[in-house]
Structures are given as structure tokens and as C-alpha cells.
């Protein structure tokens, strides 16, 4: 009886697709705390669903990820605990899993079948059971419905990894990610000469560069001659945290969602607005969106970014799958 109600569940999620599930996480967003709210929407962008489909009908796929320049780790279902790991609900993934998992072989009838009331509900329990606002659960909740539909319910209920788990509250990360580094007392002698703090790893108090006033994510980066290489595959040796080949909008190699500090980045040019969308890595007209491109990404005050695990050209995978979609509706 549980593998059916499982089986259902899977066919209830696999009605959503990437714009669905958009208007999923709009319509969450009041309901999540503001220490997620920007780490569950880039989430979302790090792991499309559109990316998985479009791999699965692939009739090969090793092809289409090489005809979509992909490169490192595009597969949630490899990173099905660790994924999550920017988001402050990512200390209640156990119990958060064991939940969903729980709604998947339920055979009582949910009280609505909006998935967004359903994500609420469970975030509701678990907060009830951790002893936490329900707040700080939703967003987590939404990345684990979102994670066993990508992977499926065996292979969800078969992760396991380890929770980095924070001491700090909330509300020290947000003052954290808002606060500007001290110039010192004398400071106000460097005129445009300032200094800031760039953190790419929030759970790694390590893991920060320093950077210029004005200058470029990732030539800011690139002076960190730390070895980094073994934190991801992509990254060069003495190139920095951030994975970087081109430097000119050209490759996607460099994007990164941006946690805290989206204001103190500079505006999306015309170049960098339309490259991310060619890349697929979001479609905006933001002045400053959640996700840019390092290199072009200067900044004049301290941010948080997240790096993402992949990069590629799928966006204009998408673009063609559309034209060819519209064009046999013409027909």
C-alpha cells in the first residue's frame, strides 16, 4: 500500500514543471524567512528541472551535455543531502526528509492539493517538532519536495549525508551579510580604495577574499592563491574559489547566486543580461538579480555569494526547444 501512495505522490509532484514551481515559491515567499528567502530562490536556479527532463529524453546524453558545454556536478541526485547546504533550514534536513518522506506513503487524503499549502503543512509539523518557526522550515521543505521529485522516493529515502549545522542564529547572519567592513580610523584616506569582505561559503569561516572597492568578483578572487582545487573540479590552480575561463560573459563558467549584498553589486548590463539568460540561468529584467556572472559583477561593499556545482549553455537549449515547440503549432 505504500509504494502505491509513494507512486501517486511522485505523479502528483511530476505534474510540476519549472514554471510551476515558480509560481510555487512566489506564492511561499511571504512565508519564508528572510535568511532563506534569497538562498530558496537561487536554489531553484541552481537545480532546474528542465535541466533533468531535458537530459532523461536525451537519446544520448553524454552528447547533449557535451553540446551543452556542461561541466561539473548538474545532477541532484548526487547531491541530494549536500545541495541544500546554504540554506539555514538546511540543519533540519533529517527531519524534514523523514517528513516528506512520511506524506509520500500517506494514505490520508491531504488537505489541499496546491503543493504549496502541502509544503507549508509539512514545514508546520516539523517546525512543531524541532521546536523552530515555522518560517525558518519552508523553504527547506520546498528544496525537498522539489529534490524527491528530481531523484525519485527510492533514491531519497536512500541519501544520507552529514548536516552542517551552525551556531549562529538568523538573525546574526542577516546583520552579518548586511554589514560593511571597517576601513579603520583612517579609512576615510582611501577614498575609492576600500576594502570588502567576499564570503562564498557561509558555513566556512574560511572561506572569504578580499576585494577592492569597484572590482570584479572574480578578479578579486583571483588573487586568493590558496588552493582551492579541491573544493571543485572546475576551479584552476591560482585562479581563486570561483571556477573562471573567460572573463568576458563568453563561457558561464563564473556564475554564482548571490546571498546577502545584492545591492552593493553593480547593475546587469545589457551583455551580462543577456548572457546569463543564453546560459539558463535566470530570466529577469532585474537591475540586480539573485544570480550574475563574477565577471562582471563588480562590487562596492561586502556580499555573500553561493557557488553553484555546474555550468553550461542550456538556456539556449531551451530557446530552440521553444521555437521548434511553436513552430509545430504554426504547422
Not at 584552476?236 to 573562471?244: C, S, T
Amino acid at each position: 500500500m505504500s509504494n502505491n501512495n509513494e507512486a501517486l505522490f511522485e505523479a502528483f509532484l511530476n505534474q510540476h514543471d519549472d514554471r510551476a514551481w515558480a509560481e510555487v515559491i512566489r506564492d511561499l515567499l511571504p512565508y519564508i524567512h528572510e535568511v532563506d528567502k534569497n538562498a530558496t530562490r537561487i536554489w531553484f536556479h541552481f537545480y532546474p528541472l528542465s535541466l533533468l527532463r531535458a537530459l532523461e529524453q536525451a537519446e544520448d546524453r553524454e552528447q547533449l551535455a557535451q553540446k551543452l558545454l556542461l561541466q561539473g556536478n548538474y545532477y541532484l541526485k548526487d547531491q541530494i543531502a549536500d545541495s541544500h547546504h546554504f540554506l539555514y533550514g538546511h540543519r533540519y534536513w533529517v527531519e524534514v526528509k523523514r517528513a516528506v518522506q512520511e506524506r509520500a506513503a500517506s494514505d490520508k487524503a491531504p488537505a489541499s492539493l496546491q503543493i504549496a499549502a502541502q509544503i507549508r503543512e509539512v514545514a508546520t509539523a516539523v517546525a512543531s517538532t524541532v521546536k523552530a518557526d515555522a518560517s525558518l522550515l519552508v523553504g527547506i521543505t520546498a528544496v525537498a519536495f522539489m529534490t524527491l521529485q528530481q531523484v525519485g522516493i527510492s533514491a531519497f529515502k536512500a541519501s544520507s549525508g552529514s548536516v552542517r549545522a551552525g551556531r549562529k542564529s538568523p538573525e546574526q547572519i542577516l546583520k552579518e551579510r548586511a554589514r560593511d567592513d571597517s576601513q579603520g580610523l583612517f579609512g576615510f584616506l582611501r577614498g575609492e580604495e576600500k576594502i570588502y569582505t567576499v564570503t562564498f561559503d557561509e558555513s566556512d569561516e574560511s572561506a572569504k577574499f578580499k576585494l577592492i572597492n569597484s572590482q570584479h568578483l572574480t578578479t578579486a578572487a583571483a588573487a586568493d592563491k590558496r588552493d582551492h582545487t579541491r573544493r571543485d573540479a572546475r576551479i584552476k590552480a591560482d585562479e581563486g574559489p570561483i571556477p573562471v575561463e573567460c572573463r568576458s560573459a563568453s563561457c558561464g563558467t563564473c556564475w554564482v547566486g548571490v546571498l546577502g549584498g545584492a545591492e552593493k553589486l553593480s547593475e546587469v548590463a545589457a551583455l551580462e543580461q543577456r548572457r546569463i539568460k543564453e546560459f539558463g540561468y535566470i530570466d529577469t529584467n532585474e537591475p540586480k538579480p539573485l544570480v550574475r556572472l563574477a565577471c562582471q559583477a563588480q562590487a562596492c561593499g561586502a556580499v555573500s555569494i553561493v557557488i553553484p556545482p555546474w555550468n553550461g549553455v542550456f538556456g539556449k537549449h531551451l530557446s530552440n526547444r521553444k521555437d521548434r515547440e511553436q513552430e509545430a503549432v504554426g504547422d
